[in-house]
């Protein structure tokens, strides 16, 4: 089905808010999963707000929160999200992050105790938008195995980097650093799609195309060993240094209902000006995205190659033509809203 984003977006808003999620809180987490689903990314999206409903129903997510920041140094905080909803804290966070990168340079906020916390791309964006370049990192639930072991050890542990453009179409860098997002898998699972060979093994450590046995198997990390440093870089930024919870100690929030998801996150901001000036930033950065697409017009394709501007054209089809919302993630809102006494969209 087809949705204009500010009625879809007020609707799930208005779920969250029945759902008892506080009204503030609820915005955000309605704002940040349209957000993905406007940039064709619907494994982050409103799919996700049943998931989260149920844990928030649990006592496992908390709203509001109340997070609590402390400054450790001058351009250095730390959130502690009293497990609230990921979005809300990863906003939090990254315009913390964007406020103290004003004063010095850069800012760097570490958070722990938070949950989930969606496209890792909205948070950097938040930073382009004001013409910061931002970073994000975030543990996750283990699902990652490295070739030696059928154990996962790691989770799909995101990397993502936002670089403000002067058209207002950020670069955005967004990506697992395991073969395939978790998420991906388990909506291909609910699909009955095959996976691409190369990114999962089942329980019994046999490579497997069944998305279904993938879900109750393993994910390879991406490239490999490389894949698996990156991961561990990332659980170090975002997990051990924050104090979340790290490794086998963070909780899937699909499959454990006796404690809440832990993980943590980790963003930055730079202020362009501090290394070198905007104008020149902005000149630079052009020339940049001009030898990515040089290399592509010789081919004889006007296709970009640009990070995030299959997203951009995506939100820009999106907001002209209407959201489109697929069958089985309709059905759940729709059995959600039953169960919460709400309207419906149609």
Not at 85 to 109: C, P, S, Y
Not at 147 to 161: D, E, H, M, Q, Y
Not at 287 to 296: D, H, K, N, P, Y
Request: aromatic share 8%; glycine share 10%.
């Amino acid at each position: 089905m087809k949705f204009q984003r500010e009625t879809f977006q007020t609707w799930i808003e208005s779920l969250a808010c029945h759902a008892g999620v506080d009204p503030k809180e609820a915005a955000v987490l309605a704002k940040v999963l349209v957000w993905s689903d406007m940039i064709s990314r619907p494994e982050q999206g409103v799919w996700r707000l049943p998931t989260y409903l149920k844990r928030f129903k649990h006592g496992l997510i908390r709203s509001p929160c109340h997070a609590y920041t402390a400054t450790r140094r001058k351009a250095v905080s730390l959130v502690d999200g009293r497990n609230g909803f990921g979005q809300v804290i990863g906003q939090l966070a990254m315009r913390r992050a964007i406020r103290l990168a004003t004063d010095f340079g850069v800012g760097v906020v570490g958070v722990k105790r938070s949950n989930h916390f969606g496209p890792a791309a909205y948070y950097v964006n938040l930073a382009a938008e004001k013409g910061y370049l931002g970073l994000a990192f975030s543990n996750a639930a283990p699902r990652v195995a490295p070739a030696v072991s059928k154990v996962p050890l790691l989770g799909t542990n995101p990397i993502a980097l936002g670089a403000p453009r002067l058209s207002g179409r950020a670069i955005l860098v967004d990506l697992s650093t395991s073969a395939s997002a978790g998420s991906k898998v388990r909506r291909a699972a609910e699909k009955g799609e095959a996976l691409s060979s190369g990114i999962a093994r089942d329980a019994d450590g046999r490579a497997v195309k069944d998305a279904r046995a993938a879900v109750s198997g393993v994910l390879e990390p991406m490239g490999g060993s490389r894949g698996f440093a990156l991961s561990i870089m990332v659980e170090i930024l975002s997990g051990v240094i924050t104090g979340a919870a790290i490794s086998h100690e963070v909780a899937s929030i699909y499959e454990n209902f006796s404690r809440p998801n832990g993980v943590g996150h980790t963003f930055v901001a730079l202020d362009i000006d501090a290394f070198i000036s905007r104008r020149t930033y902005f000149k630079r950065i052009e020339a940049l995205v001009g030898f990515m697409q040089s290399t592509v017009h010789t081919s004889g394709t006007d296709e970009s190659i640009v990070p995030g501007d299959r997203r951009w054209l995506a939100y820009e089809k999106h907001t002209a033509e209407g959201l489109h919302v697929d069958d089985r993630t309709c059905d759940a809102l729709r059995t959600t809203a039953r169960e919460l006494g709400a309207n419906t969209l149609w």
